[in-house]
């Protein structure tokens, strides 16, 4: 035995043990020790309390450089003075009032002005709400109720977005959100022409993210998204594209870079400059029903929508996210990837990444990744090892998310990049005897 593992576990709880007592406190009053099912890891996570630019410093004074950047919402870091600036500002005059904000009408005015797809928008307070309200609009506009969603596809936490069409892992969801509900492999056009051809009359949307993140970012196959396009027109059936990650990779979102225009596209994470934050928007026809002056309009309300601090850090950052500015993170992401599959090479362990622009994904095979069941079975053929790669990263000061996503901001520099890659090299070499005792499939010389 390498005793690898309990290495790794023991050096990780001796650096963070003022998280680990917290973690057992913060367990008497929430689940787990935690409010987000994504950011649990065991044995515990680290409790962090502070960021600025690419760093977090932890409850034990342990330095981090962050690749998670709160899942890809803090596209220029953490603290960056002009969102912080704005924000001040807006708080000596109040955060959020029940009227319209000045705030809402310039951040509206930019993402129209940039996302083909958006005429007009509404704010919601999180990705959930944006991706649950624009089906509404789907099947308010189309007086059909079936949406057609990817496997494995990741669209928020409400009840229709977490509904995998398994049973055992829809817990909580009534069998009756299942019966409107379709599933296709990703990248898989010949499925869904199948699908509509079958069930298109009762079928309101297909939603996709046009490069599935959370799924383990299998990219579009060529003509894919175009496809699509064209499939759901025969049909007339809605495009929604869930750009509440993809919308970094571009100033106009990945609808721009594939010339595909959606009918809704929802929004989020850096549209808030680090503040909670969602918003849908499409063609001006789809979203007038939302119109409250109108008779029948459809009713989308919320406290907090379009808060002012939201506003002023959203049109802040993304003021700031100009196309040179997305272009210099997307050569980061390039060379993040390239890093990273040299080291598995050089490590000989079968591994490699997927990689669109600002984003990077991990996966445990060398073969293609096509879809999210590629993703996940490269995952179960790794066993321990995506679990040991992120603990033992954050031993030496890399924070990323445990299933191996990564993305890059402004803030960061290529040398920030070298000195990652070779950190990551450095684990997987200290991993190699444990992959050789335990997974010799991973093996590759
Ligand atoms: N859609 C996608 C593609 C996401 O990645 C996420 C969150 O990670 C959401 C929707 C939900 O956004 P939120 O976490 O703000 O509810």
Redesign the pocket.
Known sequence: MTGIPQRIIGRFKARTAKSQALHARACQVLPGGDTRTGVYYAPYPATMVEGNGATLVDLDGNQYFDFLNN?TSLVHGHGHPGVMAVVREQLTRGSVYASPMIGQVELAELLCARVPGVDMVRYTN???EA?MVAIRAARGFTGRAGIVKMQGA????HDLAVASGNPDSDRGIPDAVRDDLFWVPFNDLGAVERLLAEHGRQIAAVIV?PVP??GGLPLPRPGYLRGLRDLVDRHSVLLIF?E??TLRLNEGGYQTIAGVIPDLT?M??IIGGGFAV?AFGGKREIMLQFDPSQKGHIAHSGTFNGHGLTMAAGLASLRCLDREAIDRINELGRRLAMGFDRAFLEAGIRGRTTQAGSLVQIHWRSEVVENMGDVQEGFRAAGDLPYLLHLELMNRGIFAAPRGEYNTTSVMDSRDIERAVGIFGEVLADLKPHVQEVNQALVCR
């Open positions: 899942y999180s990705g959930s991706t990741y669209h928020g936490s993210e993140n959370a869930d509440v990650v929802a989020g994470k969602g």
